[in-house]
């Protein structure tokens, strides 16, 4: 079988149109469209069929995506051993990262890659949700996202490189009520104005599922995505949050005041993922290397 009609089919699976494959393989619908069929009669049997007013993967066609998936994993894997005999990796690896992960590691991990002057970067905050993760992978080559640890994962199919587990709190303004209390319960924040993010969005799962767990549902007033803007508000007295610890800005107390919750854990994990492809070359592996110090090293300093 041809390997970049398996590609295009690949492509299509993750893309989920032929338009949107066109666009990222820089070729026209219609070619892409005839590279699909010429791989069916390859393979003797339909792999796509009529979906609205675009195509969609047969059961055959999903089965064959995912070997194809395989297929280019270990095309990768030979030519990152050639690329192996270098004396150092080099190329432009496509980085995703969630906006509060950026700000939380993406200075360190850019200097750490100072060291590799082979490895060009390009990366990219992008406000993702879990379901948004798999798709995302088909345009970078590292996605950084997070996720409720409760919760199931999200990439079936992709690599996944565990970063950290970054706990979350509750975020106070420094005059509150409670301020002075070391943990808090939720049934003592019964009655709190909650500023969370959008449903589906990992820190808003968390705060769902510990309401599940105490019978206390919270009260939510703001749905903000960007932390910075939700510590304004709450620093403002506008309302409470569940922040993560490492990537929230409480200076030293004197802004905001963060207390772990009491009797429950309460977290998110960060994480890698990527394509078993692209998971196969050097400079990937590189940059994967730099944000797993990076983590490590931010989890040591918060102790």
């Known amino acids: ?28 619908p219609s070619a892409i469209s005839q590279q699909l069929r010429a791989l069916a009669e390859e393979v003797g049997t339909a792999l796509t069929e009529p979906a609205g007013r675009g195509l969609r993967l047969t059961d055959a ?16 894997r030979a030519e990152a051993a050639v690329e192996g005999l270098r004396t150092t990796p080099r190329g432009l690896v496509r980085v995703a990262l969630f906006p509060s992960a950026a700000r939380m590691m993406l200075a ?13 970067v390009a990366c990219r905050d992008v406000d993702m949700s879990p379901a948004a993760v798999v798709a995302l992978t088909a345009d970078f080559d590292v996605v950084v996202t997070h996720r409720d640890e409760h919760g199931p994962g999200t990439a079936p199919g992709r690599h996944v490189v565990p970063l950290l587990r970054e706990p979350l709190d509750v975020v106070l303004p420094p005059g509150h009520r409670l301020a002075r209390r070391r943990r808090l319960r939720l049934d003592e924040l019964a009655g709190e104005s909650w500023i969370s993010v959008e449903v589906g969005w990992p820190v808003d799962d968390v705060l769902r599922s510990l309401a599940v767990r105490t ?18 508000l709450v620093a403002a007295g506008r ?55 990076e983590a490590a090293a931010i989890t040591s300093r918060a102790g």
Do not use: H
């Open 1 to 28: 079988m041809d390997v970049q009609r398996l590609r295009v089919l690949r492509e299509l699976a993750d893309r989920g149109s032929v338009t949107a494959v066109a666009a990222a393989l820089s070729f026209t």
């Open 215 to 232: 019978g206390t549902a919270p009260r939510v007033v703001q749905r903000i995505n960007d932390f910075s803007v939700t510590e304004e």
């Open 61 to 76: 066609g999903r089965v064959l995506a995912a070997e194809a998936e395989e297929v280019l994993a270990a095309l990768a």
């Open 239 to 293: 309302g409470i949050a569940l922040l993560p610890r490492y990537s929230t800005d409480d200076r030293g107390g004197r802004r905001l005041v963060r207390r772990p919750l009491a009797g429950v854990r309460a977290a998110r994990l960060v994480e890698a993922v990527l394509r078993p492809s692209a998971a196969a070359r050097p400079a990937v592996r590189t940059v994967l290397d730099a944000l797993v110090a």
């Open 108 to 120: 360190g991990v850019l200097a750490r890659l100072d060291a590799a002057p082979g490895v060009e």
